[in-house]
C-alpha cells in the first residue's frame, strides 16, 4: 500500500497516522486499513463506496482497539448491539439508543455473518421516529468491538457471539424483522425502544 495522492487507502492510512500518533504504529494503521478492506470488499455490491465504508470501518476498529487496550479513555458507557446480519435488529437497538441517549452512551453494533444492506423495512420504521441510517452498514463482529464495550446486547445470534469475562451480556428475545410487513416491523422496532429505554436508565443512573 504505498502513498500516493491518487489512492484513497493510502491517503486514509496517512490520516489515520496522524489521528493516532502515539497510539498506533503506521504499520499497526495500514494493517487495519488492510483488514477492513478485506472484510468489506467480500460483501460490497457498490465498490464506488468501498473506500468511504472501509474508512468507517477502519476507524471505528482502531478506536475499539485502542479502548479495549487502554491506550485511550472512554468517556461514556460502550454498547455493542449484535444479530446474525446487522441489518435489522441492532442497527434500530443501536439507532435508537444513541437517538434516546444524547450522546451519553457510545454505540457499535456488528452481526456474526453481516449481510449486504440494511433492511429497507427497518429503514423506514426508523424514519418514522425521526432517525436516518444514512452512515450506517452492516459490519462485522470482531474481538476489538467485544472488548471494547461495557454492555454486549445479543439478539438471535446464539452461540456465535464470543464470550468475554467481566462483560455484562444481555440476550434480547426479539422477532426478526427479515421479510416482515412494515407494521410488523414497527411492532418490532417498539419492542426494542422500550428495551433500549430499559437499558439505558440502568446504564446512565
Known amino acids: 500500500m504505498t502513498s500516493t495522492t491518487d489512492d484513497p487507502y493510502a491517503r486514509l492510512v496517512d490520516d489515520l497516522a496522524y489521528s493516532y500518533e502515539g497510539v498506533f504504529s503506521r504499520d499497526d494503521i495500514a494493517r487495519a486499513v488492510a483488514n477492513a478492506h478485506q472484510t468489506l470488499a467480500v460483501n460490497a455490491t457498490v465498490t464506488h463506496y468501498l473506500p468511504v465504508l472501509v474508512a468507517k470501518q477502519a ?34 437497538a443501536a439507532a435508537l439508543a444513541e437517538h434516546l441517549s444524547a450522546g451519553h452512551v457510545h454505540v457499535r453494533s456488528a452481526g456474526s455473518q453481516p449481510t449486504t444492506e440494511i433492511n429497507p423495512i427497518v ?15 452492516p459490519k462485522p463482529l470482531t474481538d476489538s468491538a467485544l ?22 451480556y444481555e440476550d434480547w428475545d426479539v422477532a426478526d424483522p ?17 428495551r433500549v429505554t430499559t437499558l439505558l436508565r440502568e446504564v446512565l443512573h
Do not use: W
Not at 178 to 194: F, S, T, W, Y
Open 59 to 92: 476507524k471505528e476498529q482502531l478506536k475499539a482497539q485502542a479502548q479495549a487496550d487502554g491506550r485511550i479513555a472512554k468517556s461514556v458507557p460502550e454498547l455493542l448491539f449484535v444479530c446474525v446480519h446487522n441489518a435489522g435488529r441492532s442497527q434500530m
Open 123 to 137: 429503514v423506514e420504521a426508523l424514519r418514522e421516529r425521526g432517525i436516518e441510517l444514512t452512515s450506517a452498514y
Open 147 to 168: 472488548k471494547a464495550a461495557d454492555v454486549i446486547i445479543t439478539m438471535g445470534c446464539g452461540d456465535s457471539c464470543p464470550y468475554f469475562p467481566g462483560k455484562r
Open 178 to 194: 427479515a421479510g416482515q410487513p412494515i407494521h410488523v416491523v414497527r411492532e418490532i422496532r417498539d419492542d426494542i425502544q422500550a
